[in-house]
């Protein structure tokens, strides 16, 4: 009897399930955008023990190219920092009044996330930087992934909501794949970065030195060429009984 | 290094995998072992030729990779290794089933179906064809996609960790050692030859190669390598990764053994071993250019050159390409060198073929029935017993200096306390406790006279050098210095049984061969001429000669003896028979004196009295002279002389001077000699023309030498010559007192002996904390316990397709096994910077070290800038009155501190 009471008939389950959904849909609907802007204004919020949320500093939500525009972004920064932190060990500036030769790219980069906001990373904190600028990454796709349907469908100016509907699901498919397809990839492909320059730079600050002593080196041998050439004349400097000229051979 | 043997896991059913006999299968695995340690050893890796190379596109390759890795273009279409593509079906033909290369891509596309399937199997070709055979495909394919994927990732990790030690792209530490010792270093003759060669750059632009580029680029470019990945591309990279003269046998030493493996066509390994004639071609061409190419200075021998390419002729190359050479003129005068290819980023290992290149089908191995092939290639033989010396690598400039091309039983072996063996477990970087030569000089510091410093020799001029040449004999005087003959000798004589000990005689005399030393033969200062008469218009001329000449000699004599105490410890004024007050000073003016009286040159002034006589008597008779008392001075002197001199000190000249060894006499005898020899031979002699490398040591030589020259050669008045290094060199020396014009001493630290880095396990905890809550995707800062593998992830990226999501459920432990494996990876290379920071900070203290030279020198180098010269004429006259000395030591008291006086 309990039974019976607690468990609906099958038709009538199948009316919940898609009430259910409909609701939930409904929200998505209305709420999806603004959950996603409530999430991008606050990217900054719980500085180091940040939520997997996008931020909108690095992935701004600009419609719905936004997602193609994200990876490739992605991808450009990451190399740029990259081969930048390369370019910088092969080529230190020696003048500098701090020990770290830090590229650009990657100052400002760090800049962006939320454990850098108040400080320059060092040189050593590069991998750290990239991993966190991949997580941040990822959670944008992830939040893409989640929230994109139901903005989609609200900002399609069509006035069917079938086609509105129908436009999304097509473009959610096509999306979902991207984002499956960079969350297989981007990772595997910073680490692998990751290890190749972990390995490389790591005789980086000997190297550094030793590239400003060899430019060290150099000035200090002219210096001194100088001065031995300037020697050459001592000898005759001290010596009262014959000119300080050559005399002739 | 190159992965080459990795052999195929083809296991699919039972066709490939009973090939495999599992009683040699052990063998075989520590074989592999062996033979990828022996291709680590080897390093065939990029020569840092091009460091400058572009460092672009690191991450696109990487991530190239990674699209590999998940099957995929970079496009998002399926994408499978050729190799594999064609090894599948191999496979499945065993098994009695047909399919084509392309099947295997389509196997991975649900909606299309096998088109080629055939097979003759008992069920038939619909059941086996559709959906029986894709996933069986699929499986075959990831596993030898892994596979492939392993080779990858170790080659990665290598070159990274080779990368620095072998200079390119990310460093060009072999390259810096190389400038700061060769910047640093003093000497160009026999040091070079005994610590390696000398080498330089020479850049290249892209008008000088861009013919020879182009037609690499064109060769290489798309008509080699249809794909990024393609086995011939990168094959051709790593096979002339040593140099084309390496590869065809020109170059290669007649003692090395063949260099590669034994790789017949059609083997897994054809593409590592595999000659491609239109390569080799180019390469020669750019060889032939660069082994003509002018060089200005024209090579040396024992000398190196590295061409480099500047950055546009660098664009003319694919990406992450690059051409080598080097030219040398080997120490015998052989012209050698080589050309070749390497990559900026070697990413790329050279992976197995698995099938033969170009011919159907993939057995290896004798086809006759009864015989075994296998699939995919054969186990490799037993890998050569190459050397590190046999290898291409020792043929590199800078390699082949390297602790793997070293010669354990060298020649400077026999100089060690040490036997030096190479260790098959253990890098054996050797120790030398042996003794090695020291080296004391006596005229000074002699500054880098045991480096050959100088380009060329100064040859013997007897008109500006001399050959001393001092014996022992039976005179009837004290001693005798000849007149320089014409072929430069001044023979010097000093009489055995002379008064008074040899040794003060010798100084005399060695002073006034040093008078006549850079003099044209013939010459004899002061004393070669006699005043005629009372009426001799040149008298005063003479005697003032006479006193100069004398004067320098005595001075330096009586200068020894009151060192060796002779006038008492302290050279203090003692007394004598004479009752004249006997000093160093009164010393050699009563000698002068006497001496050129004796001769009639006349008498020299003194700057003392004597208490009795007219002290401008000018008796002929030098026995009456000051009534008597100049006779019995020198008599005092002689006597005091033999009475306290040391033990040590010898009379007769036999006893004091051996000619055989004159190193042996006493050292400012030996050291006069040996100083005597240089004069006229210096660096810093006028119309002296000296040539050297420009080197810090060298120019430090030089300048030494010119700084020593002055201290030794000086001639600051007319009679105050030192007699060696150090030695009083002026009369007033005593009363002048220290000036901040006369500068300061710099000191630099002494620094502490190397001692290990600290340990810091709890940094290191740390650091891999960081990376595990990162490789897991949380923030850095997260607690450790916080960032473990959350089942829910998979959750947490829902996706829209209900069966894919439910897939992802089922494997989301292969989820946690995917992280796990990345996380062991990436505490490899986190243990490898670990480690590298552990020595970093060990060879970082030597860098410190030459910081602080660097820095002292600069230091030293600026307070030259701010050296006072003086402006007060030196006297010319030797012999000033006590007046003049005494308003001169006035005139220099304290309260004149803003000069020096005197220089």
């Given at each position: 009897m309990s039974k019976s009471k607690t468990k609906a008939p099958a038709p009538k389950r199948v009316l919940l399930y898609a009430l259910l959904i409909f609701i939930a849909f409904v929200l998505a609907l209305f709420t999806g955008a603004e959950l996603t802007g409530q999430v991008n204004k606050n990217n900054l919020r719980g500085a180091v023990l940040a939520a997997c949320s996008g931020s909108n500093l690095l992935?701004?939500?600009?419609?719905?190219?936004s997602l193609e525009r994200w990876i490739g972004d992605y991808r450009r920064e990451t190399s740029l920092v990259v081969d930048d932190i390369l370019a910088t060990a092969e080529n230190p500036t020696c003048t500098l009044e701090r020990e770290d030769d830090v590229p650009q790219s990657l100052i400002t980069l760090a800049r962006k996330l939320a454990p850098w906001q108040k400080k320059n990373p060092t040189l050593s904190e590069a991998p750290s930087v990239l991993l966190e600028h991949l997580r941040v990454y990822e959670c944008s796709l992830s939040e893409w992934n989640r929230f994109s349907f139901g903005s989609q469908v609200a900002g399609s100016s069509s006035s069917s909501v079938g086609t509105r509907i129908d436009t999304s699901f097509h473009r959610q498919a096509r999306e979902q794949k991207l984002i499956q397809n960079e969350l297989s990839i981007a990772r595997p492909s910073l680490h692998r970065t990751l290890s190749y320059v972990g390995s490389a730079l790591r005789l980086h600050p000997l190297s550094q030195n030793m590239d400003c002593l060899v430019r060290a080196s150099a000035d200090l041998r002219n210096v001194l060429g100088l001065a031995a050439e300037t020697s050459m004349c001592l000898p005759r400097t001290w010596d009262v009984r014959q000119t300080l000229q050559n005399p002739a051979p | 290094m190159k992965l080459y043997n990795l052999t195929p896991s083809a296991s699919f059913s039972e066709p490939a995998a009973t090939h495999a006999e599992s009683g040699v299968a052990q063998r075989r695995s520590r074989m592999k072992k062996r033979f990828v340690a022996t291709g680590i050893l080897l390093l065939p890796l990029l020569l840092p030729v091009m460091a400058n190379a572009a460092n672009k596109g690191l991450y696109d390759q990487m991530r190239a990779i990674s699209t590999r890795e998940f099957l995929q273009t970079q496009s998002g279409s399926t994408a499978i290794d050729t190799e594999v593509q064609r090894f599948v079906p191999a496979v499945l033909a065993r098994a009695g089933i047909t399919i084509t290369p392309e099947d295997t891509l389509r196997?991975?596309?649900?909606?299309?179906?096998?088109?080629?399937c055939q097979t003759t199997s008992a069920f038939g070709a619909s059941f086996i064809c559709n959906g029986f055979l894709q996933p069986r495909i699929k499986s075959l394919v990831e596993r030898e996609m892994r596979v492939r994927l392993l080779g990858r990732d170790l080659q990665i990790l290598a070159s990274g960790y080779e990368a620095p030690v072998l200079g390119g792209s990310t460093s060009n530490f072999p390259v810096q050692a190389q400038a700061i010792v060769r910047i640093w270093r003093a000497g160009t003759g026999s040091i070079i030859a005994a610590s390696g060669s000398s080498i330089r750059a020479v850049t290249l632009t892209r008008a000088d190669v861009q013919t020879y580029l182009q037609a690499i680029t064109q060769i290489l470019g798309p008509g080699l390598r249809p794909g990024d990945y393609e086995a011939a591309y990168t094959g051709a990279v790593w096979q002339y990764s040593y140099g084309v003269r390496f590869v065809t046998g020109?170059?290669?030493?007649?003692?090395?053994?063949?260099?590669f493996p034994e790789a017949s066509p059609g083997s897994e390994r054809e593409q590592l071993n595999k000659r491609t004639p239109v390569v080799e071609g180019a390469l020669l061409s750019f060889w032939e250019y660069v082994k003509t190419k002018p060089l200005t200075p024209p090579l040396r021998n024992g000398e190196i050159v590295l061409f480099t390419l500047d950055k546009d002729a660098k664009a003319l190359l694919p990406k992450n390409l690059n051409v080598w050479a080097f030219r040398e003129k080997t120490k015998d005068g052989q012209d050698s060198g080589d050309a070749g290819l390497g990559f900026d980023f070697a990413t790329e290992p050279v992976l197995p073929s698995l099938c033969k290149d170009g011919v159907a089908g993939c057995d290896i191995g004798n086809p006759a029935v009864g015989n075994i092939t296998t699939l995919g290639g054969a186990f490799p033989p037993p890998p050569l017993e190459l050397t590190a010396t046999g290898s291409g690598l020792c043929g590199m400039p800078y390699q082949r200096a390297g602790y793997l091309c070293r010669a354990f039983e060298a020649a400077n072996v026999t100089k060690c306390n040490e036997t030096l063996r190479p260790d098959s477990s253990a890098v054996v970087l050797g120790t030398c406790t042996g003794k090695t030569g020291t080296r004391a000089t006596l005229?000074?510091?002699?500054?880098?006279?045991?480096?050959?410093?100088?380009?060329g020799t100064i040859p013997f001029d007897p008109n500006t050098q001399c050959k001393v040449d001092m014996s022992c004999g039976n005179l009837t005087f004290s001693g005798m210095t000849e007149p320089k003959d014409a072929n430069g000798v001044i023979k010097v004589t000093i009489d055995e049984?002379?008064?008074?000990?040899a040794t003060y005689l010798m100084i005399h005399e060695l002073v006034h061969a040093r008078q006549n030393c850079t003099a044209v033969p013939g010459t004899f200062v002061a004393l070669n001429q006699s005043i005629t008469g009372p009426n001799d218009p040149m008298a005063a001329m003479k005697n003032d000669n006479c006193c100069r000449a004398e004067g320098e000699a005595y001075r330096a004599q009586c200068q020894a003896m009151s060192d060796d105490g002779v006038f008492g410890p302290n050279g203090e004024i003692v007394g004598s028979t004479s009752g004249l007050p006997l000093n160093a000073e009164s010393c050699w003016q009563i000698l002068t004196d006497y001496s050129c009286r004796e001769r009639t040159f006349g008498s020299c002034a003194n700057t003392f009295s004597y208490t009795s006589g007219n002290p401008q008597e000018q008796a002929a008779n030098v026995a009456s002279a000051y009534g008597g008392k100049l006779k019995q001075g020198l008599n005092d002197i002689i006597s005091i002389a033999t009475t306290n001199?040391?033990?040590?000190?010898?009379?007769t000249c036999s006893a004091t001077y051996d000619k055989t060894k004159p190193e042996k006499s006493d050292p400012r005898v030996a050291a006069a000699l040996r100083e005597l020899n240089l004069l006229g031979r210096k660096v810093c002699d006028p119309n002296r023309e000296t040539t050297y490398e420009n080197t810090i040591g060298n120019n430090m030589c030089a300048l030494s030498s010119c700084v020593e020259q002055t201290l030794e050669d000086h001639r600051l008045a007319p009679g105050e010559a030192g007699f060696t290094t150090q030695d009083p060199i002026a009369l007033d020396q005593a009363c002048r007192v220290r000036t901040a014009a006369q500068g300061l001493i710099e000191f630099m630290a002494q620094d502490e002996p190397i001692a290990l880095p600290v340990y810091r396990p709890a940094l290191m905890v740390k650091q891999i904390d960081t990376a595990f809550c990162q490789t897991n995707g949380y923030p850095p800062a997260l607690l450790p316990i916080a960032c473990g593998v959350s089942a829910q992830n998979t959750v947490g990226f829902p996706s829209l397709n209900l069966v894919e999501q439910a897939g992802k459920l089922l494997n989301q432990g292969e989820s946690g096994n995917e992280r796990t494996r990345k996380i062991e990876e990436l505490s490899t290379a986190l243990a490898s910077r670990i480690g590298s920071e552990l020595y970093n900070s060990v060879l970082q203290r030597g860098v410190d070290r030459l910081t602080r030279v660097i820095t002292s020198a600069s230091t030293l180098l600026d307070t030259f800038t701010q050296v006072k010269f003086s402006n007060v004429e030196c006297s010319p006259k030797a012999f000033e009155s006590d007046a003049q000395i005494a308003a001169y030591c006035r005139d220099i008291a304290p309260a004149s501190s803003s000069s020096s006086a005197r220089p």
């Open positions: 992935f701004p939500n600009t419609g719905a190219a | 196997a991975f596309n649900p909606s299309e179906t096998l088109t080629a020109d170059l290669r030493p007649a003692r090395w053994a063949t260099p005229a000074g510091p002699d500054a880098c006279s045991d480096i050959g410093w100088k380009n049984t002379t008064e008074g000990p001199k040391p033990a040590s000190i010898p009379m």
